[in-house]
T-cell receptor
């Protein structure tokens, strides 16, 4: 099956710093990647849709200047949480949609747990 | 009003029993319906997808869809302790889960040995 990786798997940072999370599709090309956030005991909430070579589409209520998304290649998308604050502490999960498979599912990465002190 | 609603549980069943998980959705434009399993601290794993009214069986899992009632369910037969997880119901407006997904809050299932 298709493999999606995320790095780092866990990060602790101080309030005010920026954190970059990478999402890679390892064995397929992904024209579209999605970024989700999940708070404890809550559902996954879609933050943005990232398309290779174009600007990301953010969901309502998600600050694009705070959550910077770059999808520079068909196998890599990055999410940067700028000036992180404790309320940004969450589980961030990416998923990738295969380019060549119509009607295919999206494949989820293992997630990145962010703790902002 | 939440777009996808699930009972948070926990739903506790004995090993070998049938676990029944339910989900309702509000968006009548939804075309695709999915059940994901999520273990604590892990990302979701797709276990079933269903696109048409009726039942769809895959091993111990059966998904049921009733678009008129905007209702999706998942039955797990012969439940095992390893099935203990949170089950997320998700919908999409396209005929695949390649579209952006709307998730419910999940139902926590506990299978007692």
């Amino acid at each position: 099956g298709a493999v999606v990786s995320q790095h780092p798997s866990r990060v602790i940072c101080k309030s005010g710093t920026s954190v970059k999370i990478e999402c890679r599709s390892l064995d397929f090309q992904a024209t579209t990647m999605f970024w989700y956030r999940q708070f404890p005991k809550k559902s996954l909430m879609l933050m943005a849709t990232s398309n290779e070579g174009s600007k990301a589409t953010y969901e309502q209520g998600v600050e694009k200047d705070k959550f910077l998304i770059n999808h520079a290649s068909l196998t890599l998308s990055t999410l940067t949480v700028t000036s992180a604050h404790p309320e940004d502490s969450s589980f961030y999960i990416c998923s990738a949609r295969s380019r060549w498979r119509t009607g295919e599912t999206q494949y989820f990465g293992p997630g990145t747990r962010l703790l902002v002190l | 009003q939440k777009e996808v609603e699930q009972n948070s549980g926990p739903l506790s069943v004995p090993e070998g029993a049938i676990a029944s998980l339910n989900c309702t959705y509000s968006d009548r434009g939804s075309q695709s319906f999915f059940w994901y399993r999520q273990y604590s601290g892990k990302s979701p794993e797709l276990i079933m997808s269903i696109y048409s009214n009726g039942d769809k069986e895959d091993g111990r899992f059966t998904a049921q869809l009733n678009k008129a009632s905007q209702y999706v369910s998942l039955l797990i037969r012969d439940s095992q302790p390893s099935d203990s997880a949170t089950y997320l119901c998700a919908t999409a407006r396209e005929k695949s889960s390649g579209d952006k997904l709307t998730f419910g809050t999940g139902t926590r299932l506990a299978v007692r040995p």
